[in-house]
Nanobody, 119 residues
Framework: QVHLAESGGGLVRPGGSLRLSCVTSGSRHRFNAMGWYRQAPGKERELVAEIKDGGIANYADSVKGRFTISRHNTLNTVYLQMNSLKPADTAVYFC?????????????WGQGTQVTVSS
C-alpha cells in the first residue's frame, strides 16, 4: 500500500518562507511524477507544482519565481520550498504521486498540511 505523508506546514507572516516535505512508502518503483496541489476554502484543488521523473518541473503561474519543487528519486520524496509567501497562498497543501506500470495507473495523495499566511 502506497502511503504519502506531508510535513512542514504552519503559520507564517507575509513574505516568509516554508518548506514542505512529502515522504512516501510502500512503492518499489520510482514515481513517474510527484507534485503539490493546494485547496483553499471554497475553491477547487489546484496544481501548484509538479516534477517528473526526468527532473522537468512545472509551476502554476501564481507561484513562479517564488516556489521551487525538488525530489529525491532514490528516496521517492518531494519537497516544496515556498518563499515570499502571500495571504493568497493560504490553503491545505496536498502531496501527489503518479505511478504508471504497464497499463495500470495509480494516483496517490497525502492527507494534506495546512499553510496559513497571515500577519
Amino acid at each position: 500500500q502506497v502511503h504519502l505523508a506531508e510535513s512542514g506546514g504552519g503559520l507564517v507572516r507575509p513574505g516568509g518562507s516554508l518548506r514542505l516535505s512529502c515522504v512516501t512508502s510502500g512503492s518499489r518503483h520510482r514515481f513517474n511524477a510527484m507534485g503539490w496541489y493546494r485547496q483553499a476554502p471554497g475553491k477547487e484543488r489546484e496544481l501548484v507544482a509538479e516534477i517528473k521523473d526526468g527532473g522537468i518541473a512545472n509551476y502554476a503561474d501564481s507561484v513562479k519565481g517564488r516556489f521551487t519543487i525538488s525530489r529525491h528519486n532514490t528516496l521517492n520524496t518531494v519537497y516544496l520550498q515556498m518563499n515570499s509567501l502571500k495571504p493568497a497562498d493560504t490553503a491545505v497543501y496536498f502531496c501527489h504521486a503518479l505511478l504508471k506500470i504497464r497499463e495500470n495507473t495509480g494516483n496517490y495523495w497525502g492527507q494534506g498540511t495546512q499553510v496559513t499566511v497571515s500577519s
